[in-house]
């Protein structure tokens, strides 16, 4: 479970690697592996995890709060363990986007 956090909130460009991620409901599902943003417009898109078990995409909708202590999600563990692998920015785009049509 995730300790209280109290720490203040960060912008996604200072979150340094590492960090603790927990879902929504307090579980542990690993640590910041890097933040994914357009940087000329300035746009945050996300994070990509390390859960132990292979490295995911988590979108930025998906992100709650981000701290130095630790990133909370806006999902609870089950749905994170539904999160996509992350596999680069060009196949990450497609696989989002194919999430997002009806019927899937």
Known sequence: MAEPDDDH????????RG?????????HLGKV???LDNA????FDGIVIDTG???RF???PEVARI?????TLSIDAAQAAELPPYEGTVKRRVSR???????R
């Open 40 to 43: 000329r417009e300035h746009i």
């Open 67 to 71: 701290t130095l202590r630790q990133v």
């Open 19 to 27: 960090v603790p991620v927990h879902a929504a409901d307090g579980a």
């Open 53 to 55: 078990q292979g490295l």
């Open 33 to 35: 592996h890097r933040v």
């Open 9 to 16: 909130q960060i912008g996604y460009q200072a979150l340094p």
């Open 97 to 103: 986007w194919r999430r997002r049509l009806p019927g």
């Open 58 to 60: 988590v979108d930025a």
